[in-house]
C-alpha cells in the first residue's frame, strides 16, 4: 500500500550562520505545505542564533509545526549533526537544508507528489546559485504553469560525477545508511552514492529548481585548497565503495585517474578564467 500521510523533517546543521538562517527558516515557513517538522543542530557555532531560533519557534507553533533545536557540546561537522538530527526524527522522509540556502515555497509540495506517488528512497532536484541572495527575488518566481517530471537514475550514474546538491535530496527516513562522520569532504556524495548502488528507487524531478544556493561551490577564500580536499575526498569514496563492492574493484584505477583528471580541468579553467578577469 503506497503511503500517502508523508511528514517530512528538515534538517539544518547551523554553523556561523547568524546572517543567513533568517531567510532559510522563512523559506521554509513559506512552504505551501505545511507537513513538516524541523530539527536544527548547532554544531557548537562561534555566534549565537538563540533569539531568533525562539522567535521561529512562535511563528511555527502557531501554525502547529514543531521546531526542535539543540545545542552540541563541541563541534562535531556536518555529517555528526546531519546524523543525530536524522535519528532524531520523526518524519517517514528526511530533507536536507543548509543555513545559507533557500526552498522555493512549492519545494515539499511538489516533492510530496512524486513521493505519495514512487515511494522512492532518494529523490533530488535542480538546484541554481542565488545571484541576490534575497528571499522576496525567490518567492516572486511563479511555478504555476511550469511541467514537473521524473525520472529513475541508473545507479552507475553516479560514479561518473555527484548528481546533487545536499540541500536537494530527500531520503527516507528508515533506510540504515548514514553520512560518513569520518570524512570531511565528499561526505555527501559518498552517501548518495551508497544509497543509489543500495536501494533501486532512486529518482530525480526533472523542472525548475527548487533549492537555491546561498553560495557558489567551494566559494570564497582558499579555492584551490577546497578544490584539492574536495578530490582527495571523492578518490577516497571512490577507493571505499570498490572496496565494498568488489565487483567494481577492477575499475577503482580507472575511477581515480578519471577523478584526478577532473582536477586538472577544473584547475586550468580556474586559472584561465582568472587569466581572462585581469586582461
Known amino acids: 500500500m503506497l503511503e500517502k500521510n508523508i511528514i517530512f523533517s528538515i534538517v539544518i546543521p547551523y554553523y556561523n550562520s547568524i546572517n543567513t538562517i533568517e531567510r ?18 548547532n554544531d557548537f557555532s562561534k555566534d549565537d542564533p538563540s533569539d531568533i531560533i525562539e522567535d521561529f519557534k512562535k511563528k511555527f507553533k ?9 545545542e552540541l557540546k563541541k563541534n562535531s561537522g556536518p555529517s555528526f549533526a546531519r546524523n543525530l538530527a536524522w535519528n532524531l526524527a520523526s518524519g517517514s522522509y528526511v530533507c536536507f537544508l543548509d543555513s545559507d540556502d533557500m526552498w522555493h515555497p512549492n519545494k515539499l509540495s511538489i516533492c510530496k507528489n512524486f513521493i505519495c506517488d514512487l515511494q522512492p528512497q532518494m529523490l533530488f532536484h535542480d538546484s541554481l546559485i542565488s545571484r541576490t541572495g534575497m528571499l522576496r527575488d525567490l518567492l516572486e518566481i511563479d511555478y504555476t504553469n511550469s511541467v514537473f517530471t521524473v525520472r529513475n537514475i541508473i545507479p552507475i550514474n553516479w560514479l561518473l560525477r555527484n548528481l546533487a546538491v545536499t540541500p ?5 527516513k528508515n533506510i540504515y545508511l548514514r553520512f560518513n562522520e569520518e570524512m570531511k569532504y565528499s561526505e555527501d556524495y559518498d552517501l548518495w552514492l551508497r544509497i543509489a548502488f ?7 524531478i526533472d523542472g525548475p529548481a527548487l533549492t537555491f544556493l546561498g553560495k557558489p ?18 578518490i577516497t569514496l571512490y577507493t571505499n565503495f570498490c572496496l565494498s563492492n568488489l565487483f567494481y574493484f577492477p575499475i577503482l584505477p580507472i575511477l581515480i585517474l578519471y577523478s584526478i583528471l577532473k582536477h586538472l580541468y577544473l584547475l586550468i579553467s580556474n586559472n584561465m578564467n582568472k587569466y581572462q578577469i585581469r586582461g
Do not use: H, P, W
Not at 532559510?24 to 543542530?41: G, H, N, R
Not at 502557531?62 to 539543540?70: A, E, Q, R, T
Not at 543500495?198 to 530525480?204: A, D
Open 24 to 41: 532559510t527558516l522563512l523559506s521554509i515557513l513559506y512552504q505551501d505545505c505545511k507537513d513538516y517538522e524541523i530539527i536544527v543542530i
Open 62 to 70: 502557531f501554525l502547529g509545526i514543531n521546531l526542535k533545536y539543540i
Open 168 to 172: 536537494a535530496v530527500i531520503v527516507k
Open 198 to 204: 543500495e536501494y533501486s528507487n532512486v529518482i530525480k
Open 217 to 234: 561551490f567551494m566559494s570564497g577564500n582558499g579555492l584551490s585548497s577546497n578544490v584539492t580536499k574536495m578530490r582527495i575526498g571523492e
